[in-house]
């Protein structure tokens, strides 16, 4: 059993390794440009292969973890949800199927049991400030998901807006986890300092998409 689950470690800290690189090429490559959308497949597969094995290693005898489950999740949700949100073109797709509505739903379900989580650890005197950080990111995310669902028809940038949210989400998880894992300085502030400086970026895209559209 150990000699299997350190063969999937190793495999999950290749794949997240993976999704660190193509990850930052695909930020910096010009946005729908060949590199930038050759990186992000390679991304999303990398990250998605990385949350799967995080999810059965975290449940393991000896490894159980419940935050490193969630956060497992977590991911495996924006790299859904962020390669689901392309497909919401008004021209070929008219509105949200079932998929959608059970990707965004489950994640939202999810959100809400780790803030409840995070509270109650709080009530307790224990650590659980991460676990209302993330459970409120992804809660603001499944809700901006079903404000998308409906709107997508008539805000042309909505898509590009979530999808840009959610890969960019998967990203900072690839990070924090190199940071902790790999550079092994599991402090707070590298817990929270990607998803600032994430949310600062998809801030300023967000904006800027919003200012092309407006130059039209």
Known sequence: MEQTIKILIYIHAFCGGLGLVTGIVSVWARKGGLPHRKAGKVFSYAMGASSLISLFVSRMPGHENLFLFLIGVFTLYMVLAGNRALTFKSKVKVKADLLDYLISGTMLVISVIMIGLGLW?????????????????????????????????????????????????????????????????PTLFIWIMPSILGTIYIIYWSRKLKAERSAV
């Open 121 to 185: 650890a709080i009530i307790q005197k224990s650590e659980g400030i991460l676990y209302i950080f993330f459970g409120g990111f992804g809660l603001l995310m499944t809700l901006n998901d079903f404000r998308m669902f409906r709107t997508f028809a008539e805000n042309k940038d909505a898509r590009l807006r979530s999808h840009l949210g959610r890969m960019i989400g998967a990203l900072i998880a690839s990070t924090t986890a190199f940071m902790i894992a790999g550079l092994n300085i």
